[in-house]
């Protein structure tokens, strides 16, 4: 796809100083970016690459004041990453057109909207309805009474169980699992485990993207929901009767045990973990590799550690914990003293 300098910038709000007909073709970083190429500059730190790269746009933040001549096209912008998000689907915008596969089934109750393509291999099932210009990949498996929204993109080997609603403009990459049963059992006398039966569902909710590998359990007997702009990133697992709020981060590897609620506009890093039946407040953030064990009631806690601690608190105590073997040493030369002083005290 070739884009000029003048429509991307009318695509992002930006001010173009240079050729405003210069054509690109593809974008890359600002260290490999050449002829016929867009690149992006974000940080103060990189502004000599500015003047040196071989790419025929930059787009600049209207931070940067610019100290000598550049060789190459700009656009200035209010927010680069932003300004990227709008010029990469640009270039990404006929990337997904899947045709409908010659082995595709569809049962014969499922509406397939205006618009809306399926790959080879893909299963539509009883009673399921897809929405105008969604795009689905092969090998992808939609069960019965599925409701898909408008504008999504389903790409290879996604599996959607019965009864599960998906909203508008959704993204689910490969291989993510949607509405398989929670884990739940009844211990048996015998020691054995009872499975107890999951004939709930999941509802996501519009704008939401799953990433690859991510499975969202349906509930036990009412909803799993993931509300409207929440971004679940690779290998997260999200246990059965979960919510979690708008507007969510989640980074890889993170675990949500059942029924509990996580609030809006929360960000958790990777490797962090929830226990079940807790609250979250909105605004939360969990570091990395943190465990949440207990209910968090005040909106914009950060928390760090396992189990997670607020932050400044973890980082006092770690420097602490760093010199544990030196106080503990310090500790038992005190005790040492002291018992000297009590064991001369008692001989005289």
Not at 101 to 122: D, R
Not at 141 to 162: D, E, L
Not at 170 to 188: K, L, P
Request: charged residues 20%; negative net charge.
């Amino acid at each position: 796809m070739s884009l000029t300098a003048g429509y991307i910038a009318e695509q992002v709000n930006g001010e173009v100083i240079g050729n405003i007909s210069i054509v690109v073709m593809k974008a890359s970083s600002i260290e490999k970016a050449g002829e016929g190429m867009i690149t992006f500059m974000a940080l103060s730190k990189y502004e000599p690459l500015i003047y040196s790269t071989k790419a025929s746009i930059v787009v600049i933040p209207d931070s940067i004041q610019l100290v000598q001549e550049v060789m190459t096209t700009v656009i200035v912008v209010q927010d680069v990453y932003k300004a990227m998000a709008t010029i990469l689907n640009l270039f990404n915008r006929n990337e997904d057109c899947f045709s409908r596969g010659s082995i595709t089934y569809i049962h014969e109750t499922a509406l397939i909207g205006e618009g809306s393509t399926l790959g080879q291999f893909t299963s539509v099932g009883k009673d399921s309805l897809v929405g105008q210009h969604t795009f689905i990949s092969d090998q992808v498996y939609i069960g019965n009474r599925v409701k898909i929204g408008s504008h999504c993109k389903i790409y290879p080997g996604v599996k959607i169980y019965n009864d599960t609603e998906i909203g508008d403009r959704c993204i689910i990459h490969s291989n993510a699992v949607i509405g398989s049963d929670g884990f739940g059992y009844a211990r048996e006398e015998g020691g054995g485990y009872l499975k107890i039966p999951h004939i709930g569902r999941v509802v996501i909710e519009d704008d939401v993207e799953i990433g690859a590998c991510t499975v969202v359990d349906r509930a036990t007997m009412d909803e799993t929901r993931i509300m409207q702009g929440t971004k679940l990133d690779n290998l997260i697992q999200i246990a059965h009767n979960v919510t979690i709020g708008k507007n969510n981060a989640m980074a890889a590897q993170s675990g949500v045990s059942g029924s509990t609620t996580i609030g809006d506009h929360c960000m958790v890093g990777g490797q962090s973990g929830f226990v079940g039946h807790i609250q979250v407040a909105d605004h939360t953030i969990v570091q990395a590799k943190s465990g949440v064990s207990a209910t968090v009631s005040e909106p914009g806690t950060k928390l760090y550690g396992y189990p997670a601690i607020e932050y400044q608190n973890y980082l006092k105590s770690y420097i602490y914990f760093k010199k544990l073997p030196d106080i503990v040493s310090r500790i038992r030369e005190i005790e040492h003293i002291v018992d000297q002083r009590y064991s001369e005290k008692d001989h005289h």
